[in-house]
């Protein structure tokens, strides 16, 4: 198979990129010999999604580059640019959460899961493993220190100023809080003891006070935070900031667990699982710079198996990047191995079944549509309220697989409630999209209804000279996924309901559902607010954003005092503004 095209390919290093029978892009990789990795695939024994992947390839491409660090950032450049679906079995779009020190007057901590990672001038910590034990942080911090917790400044003193966990920054203009966040920072930088010394101070002022409840809520507040000392005890305490990396592989699978290490401590871990496809060393480069390059930030130090190229990764990267191979350092990297392999032995069952399920639904599918070929799915559903607000929205499956960066959104060009000519205008615009950026071609499209929706969505298709097979969802009166209608003869194809396909259809229908009414819902809110602030003479497009800014809802605009409406605002404007909101009853 390929013989004369593998004869061609040089011994240097590169991309290559694997193409369906359709000439659609279905795996980018990289490699160090070109023709080496090629060749392995085509005359060597390949098992699991590798062996799936060789079947499907017809043809390939591939870009020599001067060095294996261009051929890195190559890469990611093409799976950004053609999104392969192979490629998207492996990405890792897991973000996890950071405690965030905000940089205000006075500051306040939040939890941020999606973090700008190029953004500068910002007090980040962590990751923390899960939301809940970056709240409980939170939680207890702000108990014992009276931090600021309100988003917007208050009329007058709230209930934490009333309980001595705020100090009325809302009132008290002149409050140096200075020492008290420097101490906060401390903490969050892994200083544990001072928060342990802080409780026990607050138990004894609360017991001495006869504040027994209150008391007994902070012993057990201690008591976790014993337990979590405990737990994140090292015999590494130098004080750096380090993550570390290595994986189990078995099956087909490969488990990648992380230690995360901050300022001496055992912070938390994480277990990734993925089939794999290419090589180890490639599997484990890609996912390492997958994971740093949008959610999470680079520690000064990484260490990672001795199989990796330290120092491509270390210039990728902008940070350090080792192997470790004797001391403290390696017990603590044969224990994130440990924790790979147990993550992968007890979870193999539970991969094997889902993946049986999934594969079996799309085969039922496929079968039941007489399709030779069914991979990408993409379905569509608009939505409007009284015939306002109409936004439509589409989300994407692969392999029977949600595929998050595929789905999209579309503002429609009316406000009059017509579906037929919402699926119309949505479903030509997205695939001239698709043909103009040669985007890869869906092997289905789903449209929300019946005959009419299926009839709209093909004659958007054909004004484009393309044919895709149309198929529509119809609910029943529950709301519910009933009827399958097969877009090319108009019948209704019975779908067993205990089947995987029918739980497949069902899962897909729920998905743009739940995400075209989360849209509408957004674009509902933005837009009344707009509208109404258009009504009144002064408030133009950037004095509008910075109402919307800062107050977020017309509601919270009414509640606010001419005083803080002056801020932005000149005074006869925010009167004006304020008598307007007063003689409006149905803000809510």
Do not use: W
């Amino acid at each position: 198979m390929f013989k004369e095209e593998l004869s061609l390919v040089p011994k240097k290093s590169g991309c290559y990129l694997m193409k369906d029978q359709y000439g659609t892009i279905i795996y980018v990789g990289k490699a160090k010999i070109l023709f080496n990795r090629l060749k392995s695939y085509f005359t060597g024994r390949v098992t699991g999604k590798t062996r799936v992947l060789v079947s499907e390839i017809k043809s390939f491409e591939y870009i020599v580059t001067s060095t294996e660090a261009e051929a890195f950032i190559l890469e990611n450049n093409l799976i950004k640019k053609y999104n392969p679906k192979y490629n998207i079995l492996l990405k890792d779009d897991k973000s996890y959460p950071y405690i965030e020190l905000t940089n205000e007057i006075h500051p306040r901590l939040i939890i941020k899961r999606e973090i700008n990672i190029n953004k500068k001038k910002r007090n980040l910590y962590g990751p923390y493993p899960s939301v809940y034990e970056a709240r409980r942080l939170v939680n207890l911090i702000n108990r014992v220190y009276p931090l600021r917790k309100c988003v917007n400044m208050p009329k007058k003193e709230c209930l934490y100023y009333h309980i001595h966990e705020c100090l009325g920054y809302c009132i008290h203009k002149d409050i140096d809080d200075t020492n008290m966040i420097k101490e906060v920072m401390s903490i969050l930088s892994g200083n544990s003891d001072l928060l342990i010394n802080k409780i026990n101070e607050k138990i004894k002022i609360n017991s001495d006070n006869m504040n027994y409840e209150v008391a007994l809520s902070l012993k057990n507040d201690l008591e976790y935070m014993k337990v979590l000392e405990d737990k994140q005890k090292v015999e590494l305490n130098d004080g750096v900031n380090r993550d570390i990396f290595n994986y189990y592989i078995d099956k087909g699978y490969i488990s990648i667990s992380i230690f995360f290490l901050r300022n001496g401590k055992l912070l938390g871990s994480s277990s990734n699982i993925k089939p794999i496809i290419s090589e180890v060393k490639d599997e484990l480069e890609t996912f390492i710079i997958d994971f740093y390059s949008k959610h999470n930030i680079a520690p000064k130090e990484i260490i990672v198996p001795d199989i990796l190229d330290s120092e491509i990764l270390s210039d990728l990267l902008d940070t350090k990047v080792v192997s470790v191979q004797k001391g403290i350092k390696k017990k603590l990297f044969n224990l994130v191995y440990e924790n790979a392999k147990i993550s992968l032995e007890n979870d193999i069952e539970r991969i094997y079944r889902n993946d049986e399920m999934i594969n079996n639904a799309t085969e039922e599918l496929k079968s039941l549509l007489h399709m030779d070929e069914l991979s990408v799915i993409e379905a569509f559903d608009n939505s409007n309220l009284f015939g306002t607000y109409t936004v439509s929205a589409m989300v994407t499956f692969v392999d029977g697989r949600p595929s998050k960066n595929d789905y999209r959104k579309f503002k429609l060009s009316f406000e009059k409630n017509d579906d037929v000519m919402a699926m119309k205008e949505v479903i030509y615009r997205r695939y001239f999209r698709v043909l103009k950026d040669r985007l890869r071609m869906p092997d289905l499209i789903l449209v929300d209804g019946g005959k009419n929706q299926i009839n709209a969505c093909k004659e958007a298709l054909n004004s484009l000279n393309l044919y895709i097979k149309v198929c529509g969802l119809k609910k029943s009166d529950k709301h519910q996924m009933s009827e399958l209608i097969d877009g090319d003869t108009m019948e209704v194809i019975n779908v067993d309901k205990r089947s995987n396909a029918f739980h497949l259809l069902t899962r897909i229908d729920d998905e743009i559902h739940r995400y075209v009414i989360t849209y509408h819902k957004q674009i509902r809110s933005k837009g009344s607010l707009s509208s109404i602030l258009d009504d009144v003479k002064g408030i133009g497009s950037k004095r509008k954003k910075e109402l919307i800014k800062t107050f977020g809802s017309l509601k919270k605009i009414k509640e606010a005092s001419i005083e803080e409406l002056e801020r932005i605002l000149p005074a006869y404007i925010a009167s004006d503004l304020k008598d307007y909101l007063n003689n409006k009853d149905n803000i809510v």
